[in-house]
């Protein structure tokens, strides 16, 4: 399968602990994006990363959140100190080309945390 | 800002009939892309379409097609004979063709969940 790869597909966490979301993109795409889906509320831009670099990081929560997306291996979103709050579905994306260029940006099948 | 807009939160339809699901798009810009993703229950995000705001071209794709209209700001989506496995939410989106934040986060609509009873 040669689509983005997220796992785990389902984490669930105690409050206060860490959730770590790998995302792994298409075979030849550089750029990296993450989605949060919350209930009632739909599909929501957080982070956009390319390897090495975070462009743009305006839709991420100020706190607890962070991203990477290394040099080697997946991108990680990271969520510390996990509140019930943050129980959603989290989508990574990723297309071949940077923007503007009329991208297909393409997602996988996403990870959704629970937290108790 | 932009925005997606579509209407309809759910639609119930009997097995082989034709349902259009409508999506409504708000943007000052004139290069855009707009898309189409279906989300079964399983969870999965599926892309389906991009168009971009030079194409008003309909397109057909099986029993999928869509109507671009620039005038009307529409991109409508349609299933022919629907069946049971179309059953899903879909998700109209725009992105912006100017460089810029717009032109890599994608603006979603909420979302129509399509139930195609047998």
């Known amino acids: 399968n040669a689509g983005v790869m997220q796992n785990p597909r389902h984490l669930v966490r105690r409050r206060g602990q860490e959730a770590r979301l790998r995302c792994s993109p298409m075979k030849g795409h550089s750029h990296v994006y993450w989605y949060r889906q919350l209930p009632e509320e739909g599909l929501k831009f957080m982070v956009y990363?390319?390897?090495?670099?975070?462009?743009?990081e305006s839709g991420m929560p100020k706190e607890r959140f962070s991203a990477e997306f290394p040099k080697e291996g997946p991108s990680i979103l990271r969520i510390q100190q996990v509140v019930r709050g943050d129980s959603a579905a989290y989508f990574c994306?990723?297309?071949?080309?940077?923007?503007?260029?009329?991208?297909?940006?393409?997602f996988g099948e996403g990870s959704w945390l629970t937290v108790v | 800002a932009q925005k997606v807009t579509q209407a309809q939160t759910e639609i119930s339809v009997v097995e082989k009939e034709d349902v259009t699901l409508d999506c409504v798009y708000e943007?000052?810009?004139?290069?855009?892309?707009l898309f189409w993703y279906k989300q079964p229950p399983s969870g999965e995000l599926v892309f389906l379409i991009r168009?971009?705001?030079?194409?008003?071209q309909n397109e057909i794709s099986g029993r999928y097609s869509w109507n671009f209209q620039k005038s009307t700001s529409s991109f409508n989506f349609t299933i022919t004979a629907s069946q049971v496995v179309d059953s899903a939410v879909y998700f109209c989106a725009l992105l912006l063709g100017d460089s810029g934040a717009g032109s890599y986060q994608l603006t979603f609509g909420k979302g129509t969940k399509l139930s195609v009873i047998p």
């Open positions: 994306a990723s297309s071949p080309y940077s923007p503007p260029s009329g991208n297909t940006i393409y």
């Open positions: 943007t000052r810009d004139t290069t855009y892309y």
């Open positions: 990363l390319q390897k090495e670099n975070i462009i743009d």
């Open positions: 168009r971009n705001s030079f194409d008003e």
